[in-house]
């Protein structure tokens, strides 16, 4: 199957070359996006198809367990171009975890090409956007595909560079410069760091391809250092805390569509990077490589979910719950690296399901959130919250999509994200009798601060949808804004179905995803689609089981039964009158609760500690007809401590080594000839 | 699964579902009574609950002007929500049909789901007491939840299972016997059900009109048949409560599923009704007795006592990873 996917990234290439050469037609819209959008439908299949090779053989293994051992899944499929370096050619692989994110980046991307073809008609600048969507489809696709350290180098650069261009492509607007610059050294330092963690990977042999690194064995301590600089470079691009700075800056800059392919996708395919590097590459983890993603894991979703609970802008909200969901999935990687390296196979599989299944969750939902943000841009031109409300009434159809995903990510049943969060705490539960302290401390924490980025992120979007889409208009465009396209809308539509369908049916995505851990780690999920009404039972139906099916059966029968019989029996009249507001209703609409002030209790009672948040109230004296005023005051703590004295520090050697800049020719060959002459003798040294 | 079998079943899951329904009000009446009594009242009868629904019912929605479908819809699904929640939990009997559907967790998770949609509701009209309302109630629901999931986890780790009808057999049958984890979890249960229900000391039942309320601020705006769906919804969360502090901490005198099969069929179902009424009753009483004997707090200071409950889950859910016999 691997061949197909190598076309398809040919083809998404040919398109962006395509696209270089017809973006300034009007009709390039419809051109591109339906072929990007069929493209991502094909590398879907192929995903779904090479996880179904995998599946069956995984099965096929199951009923033959003396197989054990020496099992190379049929599903694996490779190929090596003479490309790249001359002595491995580049080389592609596609096994089951390369295919669960084939079937993520196909769904992203063909959904974000068919809201884009609606979405695209409003775009001031197109030649800026429409050449480098597809390269960069391709250049996620080749990320997961690679099957060496150039390739995989390679392809994660043409990603970074690709989205960056996208990032800028409303250059001129206030910010997005800054937030582009933000982006790229933040890209320049994951990309770095990967560098490094490669070199030490392939070793002084130079085995670049993954086969040769899967072989060698390295001394722990070189594994330590991998595992930090892999935490480092994977984390920083898929956002976790305090590496996150960038992401809110760059992700809301973009077009919508390629948000949610940055938020939805992106970061996921940094969640495989880390996957392939930890679990596959390296192997059997330890323990305290597990406290490490675990605390990461933990103060990256509840920080995430703060900083967008203090946030007004709508795309930048949903920016900082990506951030909150990355560091969900990092909690369930965290828990299966620590089950895996006591040698707990079963619990391992279940912590890794979670974690994948909370992958396809927020890739689908945190894309439909960004879909629904996008139209709202369309019909009103804001994206600040304080500036919308009512648009329930003007975009019924976006409200209902919209809801669906604020319902989605906060973990409300029978919806999806309720199931991967269920499995994270199962999860949680299962093995109280760690042996080492670290785990037995960071796990419980985990789980605290799990239930508590939960909750959170429901009160953000109660915030979010209440104040842009309830109430009254605040704006005038809020209050004239219009539906936007079928395109866009259909692309809505889909996400929402995908995520009450993964909520009523999770067995099926657990046993799809059953073959990754197999491929692993050598352990699975028990199947969950055999038993009997489709409920999902993750160790044994005396400990725990859900059935999100019967769950939605249930409330959709007994609201509509309810809402029947009080319409039938009881009493069906109903009138229109001015609002009741204990009496005294205000017609102005700044009356309304605002963005700021619905999170004003929560800034109280959590901003003070994280962010030093206070507030400044000046009330005039009597007589004085001055206004009073309220000023609020937040600091970033990531940005404060981390990211400002190293830009002062970077600064300050800069203006110290400026003399450098001023020298004659004399010096600066000096200057090579002593560091040639340094290089020598540490070369000499060394041997 | 036995034919047989699965009809005496689906009737006592039914048993089950119309009887927290119909006994929900009657809970809220004794509470109510019990306060009045204790401050000198006469107060009202027993069943007022019921005639005050049955008015409502029979009254004309007066809707806001600009409501929308949100608004309609969500009365009926709030009800529909915590009445699924309601029937997961085995109030007189363990080891219903549906049990299996959902655990504490994803009871937990049904309550958030109706606190969402109510707290929705309230911002939909655009006044400033709905957002007053639905602002404070998420802000309580933020620290009432995590504290929520964190009693769960320390019942779940003791009992090795977070299937309710498990959780009652296992504290009913085996040694399971006095554990400070259980003793720090009850504790917090007690005051996340005090929040969660919008009782006294965090919000007061029966004040209208007053800066500090915050479920009755979000349910301003509701008139006629849709505050009757969600007055009931609050009397279906109230007694659900009382019977998950029965469920988890002291499951006694349940009918047990293998009790059916031993030969005394019905019997032992008709004993664990009174039973069941008598729990209720207990935490009815017990409920007026705390609410007249405190008073209520500033709502700044409500994340300090909800943040205790939520520490005292977490110290209950860390001492079980430290030793399993705590």
Redesign the interface.
């Known amino acids: 199957m691997i061949e197909p996917a190598a076309y398809c990234v040919a083809l998404l290439l040919a398109l962006s070359a395509l696209g270089v050469c017809i973006a300034r037609f009007r009709r390039a819209n419809y051109m591109i996006y339906p072929a990007c959008a069929l493209v991502c439908v094909a590398l879907l299949a192929i995903g779904l198809v090479s996880l179904g090779a995998s599946l069956t053989s995984t099965a096929f293994h199951a009923t033959l367990p003396w197989v054990g051992a020496v099992s190379l899944p049929t599903g694996v499929t490779q190929l090596r171009l003479p490309l790249g370096l001359p002595w491995i050619g580049v080389n592609f692989r596609l096994d089951a975890l390369a295919g669960a994110f084939l079937v993520l980046i196909g769904l992203g991307g063909a959904s974000a090409s068919l809201y884009a073809i609606g979405y695209g008609r409003h775009e001031t600048e197109p030649a800026r956007v429409i050449p480098f969507v597809p390269a960069f489809l391709a250049g996620m696709t080749l990320v997961v595909i690679a099957d060496d350290a150039f390739a995989f180098l390679f392809a994660w650069e043409l990603m970074s560079l690709s989205s960056w261009a996208l990032v800028m492509a409303h250059h001129r607007d206030e910010g997005n410069a800054h937030a582009g610059y933000v982006y790229l050294i933040m890209a320049v330092f994951s990309g770095l760091t990967l560098l490094l963690a490669f070199g030490l990977l392939a070793g002084p042999s130079a085995g670049f391809t993954f086969a040769a690194i899967r072989a060698a064995h390295l001394p722990p301590v070189t594994v330590g250092i991998i595992f930090v600089l892999v935490m480092i470079g994977t984390g920083s691009k898929a956002g976790v805390v305090p590496l996150h700075v960038w992401l809110p800056l760059a992700h809301p800059a973009a077009p919508s569509h390629v948000s949610a392919l940055m938020s939805g996708v992106m970061t996921k395919v940094a969640i495989y990077a880390f996957i392939r590097i930890v679990f596959d590459l390296l192997g059997v983890p330890s323990w305290w490589s597990a406290v490490v993603v675990l605390v990461v894991g933990g103060v990256t979703s509840v920080m995430g979910v703060l900083y967008a609970l203090m946030e007004h802008d709508l795309k930048r909200l949903l920016a900082y719950h990506t951030v909150e969901n990355i560091g969900i999935i990092f909690i369930g990687l965290g828990l299966a690296m620590a089950f895996w390296a006591n040698g707990l196979l079963a619990g391992a599989a279940l912590a890794l399901t979670a974690a994948l299944f909370h992958v396809f969750n927020h890739s689908v939902f945190k894309s439909l959130l960004f879909f629904g943000s996008g139209a709202v841009l369309t019909a009103t031109g804001e994206r600040d919250m304080e500036h919308l409300g009512g648009l329930i009434h003007r975009m019924p159809q976006t409200a209902f999509v919209f809801l669906v995903g604020c319902a989605a990510i906060s973990a409300l049943p029978p919806l999806n994200g309720f199931v991967s969060e269920w499995l994270t705490f199962q999860a949680i539960v299962l093995h109280p009798e760690m042996p080492q302290w670290g785990l037995k401390i960071s796990i419980p924490a985990d789980g605290a601060l799990l239930a508590l980025s939960a909750a959170l992120a429901a009160a953000c979007f109660v915030k979010a949808f209440g104040v842009s889409f309830l109430g009254r208009p605040r704006t005038q465009p809020a209050a004239q804004a219009h539906e936007v396209d079928g395109f866009s809308l259909t692309a809505m539509y889909v996400l929402a179905a995908i995520c009450l369908l993964a909520g009523v049916l999770p067995g099926a995505v657990i046993d799809t995803l059953s073959p990754v851990t197999q491929a692993l780690m050598g352990a699975h999920m028990p199947t969950q689609m055999d038993r009997a009404w489709l409920s999902i039972v993750p160790i044994a139906e005396a400990r725990s089981s859900y059935d999100g099916l019967l769950i939605f059966l249930f409330i959709a029968a007994s609201a509509w039964i309810m809402a029947l019989a009080v319409h039938r029996f009881a009493s069906r009249r109903s009138r229109r009158s001015p609002a009741w507001d204990c009496g005294f209703p205000d017609p102005s609409v700044d009356t309304q609760y605002t963005a700021a002030s619905f999170a004003q209790p929560i800034r109280r009672v959590f901003g003070a500690v994280v962010f030093g948040s206070r507030e400044v109230v000046t009330m005039p004296l009597p007589g004085d007809m001055a206004a009073a005023q309220i000023e609020k005051h937040i600091h970033d703590p990531a940005w404060e401590t981390l990211y400002a004295p190293i830009g002062a520090a970077v600064t300050a050697i800069a203006d110290w080594m400026n003399v450098l800049q001023f020298l004659t020719i004399r010096r600066y060959l000096a200057f090579v000839f002593v560091a040639l002459i340094l290089l020598l003798l540490v070369l000499a040294l060394w041997q | 699964?036995m034919d047989a079998q699965l009809i005496p079943d689906l009737l006592i899951q039914g048993v089950q579902m119309t009887s927290v329904l119909v006994l929900a009000p009657l809970l809220t009446g004794l509470v109510r009574i019990v306060k009045a009594r204790l401050q000198r009242r006469r107060g009202p009868p027993l069943w007022q609950p019921y005639r005050d629904l049955r008015r409502l019912?029979?009254?004309?929605?007066?809707?806001?002007?600009?409501?929308?479908?949100?608004f309609r819809a969500a009365p009926?699904?709030i009800?529909?929500?915590t009445?699924?929640a309601a029937?997961l939990i085995p109030t007189f009997a363990t080891g219903l049909l549906?049990s299996?559907?959902?655990?504490l967790?994803?009871i937990t998770?049904?309550l958030?789901?109706a606190?969402?949609m109510l707290?929705?509701a309230g911002?939909?009209?655009?006044?400033?007491?709905?957002?007053?309302g639905?602002?404070?109630e998420?802000?309580i629901?933020?620290?009432?939840?995590?504290a929520m999931?964190?009693i769960v986890?320390t019942v779940?780790?003791v009992a090795?299972?977070?299937?309710l009808s498990?959780i009652a057999v296992v504290m009913a049958t085996h040694h399971v016997g006095l554990r400070v984890s259980l003793a720090l979890a009850l504790i917090a249960f007690i005051i996340v059900a005090l929040a969660e229900n919008a009782r006294i000391p965090v919000d007061n039942p029966a004040t209208?009109?007053e800066l500090t309320m915050v479920h009755e601020a979000m349910v301003?705006?509701y008139s006629?048949?849709h505050l009757?769906?969600i007055d009931l919804a609050a009397f279906l969360k109230l007694s659900l409560y009382v019977s998950l502090i029965w469920c988890m901490f002291c499951p006694f005198g349940m009918a047990q599923g293998d009790w059916a099969q031993s030969g005394w069929g019905i019997g032992y179902y008709l004993l664990a009704m009174p039973i069941y009424l008598a729990k209720l009753a207990v935490g009815g009483v017990l409920l007026g007795v705390l609410e007249v004997s405190i008073a209520k707090m500033r709502?700044?200071r409500v994340?300090n006592f909800l943040g205790a409950a939520?520490m005292l889950?977490?110290l209950g859910?860390?001492l079980?990873?430290?030793s399993?016999g705590m």
């Open positions: 699964m019912l029979g009254k004309e929605v007066v809707l806001a002007e600009n409501a929308s479908w949100l009926y699904l009800f529909a929500v009445w699924v029937a549906f299996w559907s959902g655990d967790i994803a998770a049904l958030g789901s606190r969402f707290a929705l911002m939909d009209i655009g006044t400033s007491f709905g957002g007053i639905s602002s404070r998420v802000m629901a933020s620290l009432a939840e995590p999931l964190m986890i779940a780790l090795g299972s977070t299937q498990t209208h009109l301003l705006e006629g048949r009757a769906m709502v700044f994340p939520f889950g977490l859910v860390l079980l990873f430290v399993q």
